[in-house]
Every structure is written in structure tokens, then in C-alpha cells.
T-cell receptor
Framework: GQQVMQIPQYQHVQEGEDFTTYCNSS?????IQWYKQRPGGHPVFLIQ?????EVKKQKRLTFQFGEAKKNSSLHITATQTTDVGTYFC???????????FGTGTKLQVIP | ETGVTQSPTHLIKTRGQQVTLRCSSQ?????VSWYQQALGQGPQFIFQ???????GRGNFPPRFSGLQFPNYSSELNVNALELDDSALYLC?????????????FGEGSRLTVL
């Protein structure tokens, strides 16, 4: 079955530093979503990528979908304490568009 | 928030018991997905309901079952509870055929099995 791994598992950064999490799949993905889960909270949708090589930006967040549609990344520029949380990539697949969550990257921002 | 409400928020059961968790989806959403999230892990897909039918299932045994009602609200039932069933159970509603397929999550029901 589809396996989606994220690296790193954990990341501690000083406030103001950049942060990147990578998502790698063993199979070609039709599309991929990204979610953020704050400590004690529920996942919140950030974005969906569909096209090969697609790049989307949301303020300090930049999302990329690989050319082969097997990997994706999320880059945060100049982290802030509000960025703390776990970031999940989540491919959608199957006829009923099941969303499967990756292993997640937990980000801690040190003020 | 998301407009998705779950109940109860917390509950404690003992091994072998049965539990029912409830979810009201966001207005206009016709699809409900259930996820299990163990501590420190990512959400694991249990199943999805669309128009009152289960139309997809993850790697969970049959003692995990569900229902979706005509108003698109949903229930998750777990029979013969095991210690490993202790987790946060998340309900997510979405609109089938929607542009982004965005999942809107509720706050979750935290189940502890003793």
C-alpha cells in the first residue's frame, strides 16, 4: 500500500530561522494536501497541490510538489512561535479520494 | 471554527466494553471520514461515509463500524475495546466533488481504555 514518510521527525529552530519538511512517497501521487496540527488541537488544512512541479505560497509558507509527483515539501521562512505544531503531508487517493496522513514533522520554535 | 462537532470530548472505558462516538458534519458536507490518532502519531484512516454508505475503509478490524444518517451526521462504534484503542478519534467532514477535497476536522473524542 501507499507509504508516505516525512523527514525530519522533529525539528527545533530558533525564532527567525527557516524550516523545511520533506514528504516522500513510494508511489506516484495524484495530489497531496498539507495540514498543521497545533499541540492539543486538530489538523487544519493548509493547501492542496495537484500539478507536477507546482509551487504555491501562503505568506511565509512555500509548498512544492515534485516533478515526478512522488515528493513534496513545505518551507517556512523566518519562523515565528505561532508556527509551532506538527505538519502533515496527506495524499488523496483512490476512487473515493481517501486522505492518508504522513508521519508528520513536529516543529518547535525557540523564542 | 470548522463547524464540525464531536461528542463526547473525553471518555474512559474498560477493556471489552463498547463505545459510540458521534459527529455532526459541517453544513452542506455530504462526506464524513473517521481517523484514529494515537499519542505522538499521525491520524490513521478508519473509514469514510458518503450518502449513508461506507465507501472506503482503512486497515481496521470489523469491530470498528460506523453509520451515517440522512442529515450527514455520523457515528463510530467500537466493540470489544482493547487497550490499544486508546487514542484521539477525529471526525472530518468534506464535500465530495469539492475543489480541494479539504477535510474539516472536529476537536476529537479522546478515548481511554483501562
Amino acid at each position: 500500500g501507499q507509504q508516505v514518510m516525512q523527514i525530519p521527525q522533529y525539528q527545533h529552530v530558533q525564532e527567525g530561522e527557516d524550516f523545511t519538511t520533506y514528504c516522500n512517497s513510494s508511489t506516484t501521487l495524484s495530489n497531496i494536501q498539507w495540514y498543521k496540527q497545533r499541540p492539543g488541537g486538530h489538523p487544519v488544512f493548509l493547501i492542496q497541490l495537484v500539478k507536477s512541479g507546482e509551487v504555491k505560497k501562503q505568506k511565509r509558507l512555500t509548498f512544492q510538489f515534485g516533478e515526478a509527483k512522488k515528493n513534496s515539501s513545505l518551507h517556512i521562512t523566518a519562523t515565528q512561535t505561532t508556527d509551532v505544531g506538527t505538519y502533515f503531508c496527506a495524499p488523496r487517493s483512490g476512487g473515493y479520494q481517501k486522505v492518508t496522513f504522513g508521519t508528520g514533522t513536529k516543529l518547535q520554535v525557540i523564542p | 471554527e470548522t463547524g464540525v462537532t464531536q461528542s463526547p470530548t473525553h471518555l474512559i472505558k474498560t477493556r471489552g466494553q463498547q463505545v459510540t462516538l458521534r459527529c455532526s458534519s459541517q453544513s452542506g458536507h455530504n462526506t464524513v471520514s473517521w481517523y484514529q490518532q494515537a499519542l505522538g502519531q499521525g491520524p490513521q484512516f478508519i473509514f469514510q461515509y458518503y450518502r449513508e454508505e461506507e465507501n472506503g475503509r482503512g486497515n481496521f478490524p470489523p469491530r470498528f463500524s460506523g453509520l451515517q444518517f440522512p442529515n450527514y451526521s455520523s457515528e463510530l462504534n467500537v466493540n470489544a475495546l482493547e487497550l490499544d484503542d486508546s487514542a484521539l478519534y477525529l471526525c472530518a467532514s468534506s464535500l465530495s466533488g469539492g475543489n480541494t477535497g479539504e477535510l474539516f476536522f472536529g476537536e476529537g473524542s479522546r478515548l481511554t481504555v483501562l
